[in-house]
């Protein structure tokens, strides 16, 4: 089973509708992380959150929310979905960095978005 | 404003060569640097990594190259292996346990038999 676990894998919407893409977590990591990838673009960042009380906005935040509802589980949810938000969704999990481990970050499979 | 490119966005190498993969960044306030591997379908996972306070380090096959002063690094692959076929990006941050990873745009990695 995968330590981080995404839903739906594939979703289509139409525009001006609500949307929520769910990532749950088994690693135990405090930190979770919400990150778009367009083709030509590489990964940019949406929303993070660094314990359940916190939340913060990425490089595009735009156009999306977040919830923390627990430390296992991190939502994004966008209000009124609009086509430039096509794109494949990942979140992300990681242990803070320290000198016994990388920082790295632990990516779920990702959830296919279209807009029409 | 893109901080961190990877100028090819693909590379085709010879089973058993070398794959060598490039990395700009502009901010000099990155000070950590990641390479992540891509397969489709599946969500970026961990390759190796780098501080600013060495110029080299390496894992196995993989060795990531770290040239400050040109804000360059690179990522070697070598002997390449079909399983190697992937997109790989690069990622950059600023002071380690900063996790709010700057990617670059990716290279798609094509291993030819």
């Known amino acids: 089973d995968a330590d981080v676990t995404q839903t739906p894998r594939n979703r289509i919407t139409k525009t001006g509708k609500r949307i929520m893409l769910e990532c749950s977590q088994t690693k135990g990591h405090d930190r979770m992380y919400w990150y778009r990838q367009d083709p030509g673009l590489g990964l940019r960042l949406i929303y993070y959150?660094?314990?359940?009380?916190?939340?913060n906005k990425g490089e595009i935040s735009d156009g999306y929310s977040v919830s923390r509802q627990a430390q296992a589980k991190f939502s994004l949810s966008l209000e009124s979905a609009i086509p430039n938000q096509t794109a494949l969704y990942f979140c992300a999990t990681s242990k803070p960095g320290s000198s016994s481990n990388t920082g790295e970050l632990f990516f779920g499979e990702g959830s296919r978005l279209t807009v029409l | 404003d893109q901080q961190v490119k990877q100028n090819s966005p693909s590379l085709s190498v010879q089973e058993g060569r070398i794959s060598i993969l490039n990395c700009d960044y502009t901010?000099?306030?990155?000070?950590?640097f990641l390479w992540y591997k891509k397969y489709p379908a599946e969500g970026p996972t961990f390759l190796i990594s780098?501080?600013?306070?060495?110029d080299k380090n390496e894992d196995g096959r993989f060795t990531v190259f770290l040239n400050k002063s040109a804000k360059h690094l690179s990522l070697h692959i070598v002997p390449s292996q079909p399983g190697d076929s992937a997109v790989y990006f690069c990622a950059a941050t600023a002071g380690f346990g900063n996790e709010k990873l700057t990617f670059g745009t990716g290279t798609r990695l094509t291993i030819i038999p």
């Open positions: 901010n000099s306030m990155f000070d950590y």
């Open positions: 780098i501080s600013s306070i060495k």
């Open positions: 959150s660094f314990d359940v009380k916190d939340i």
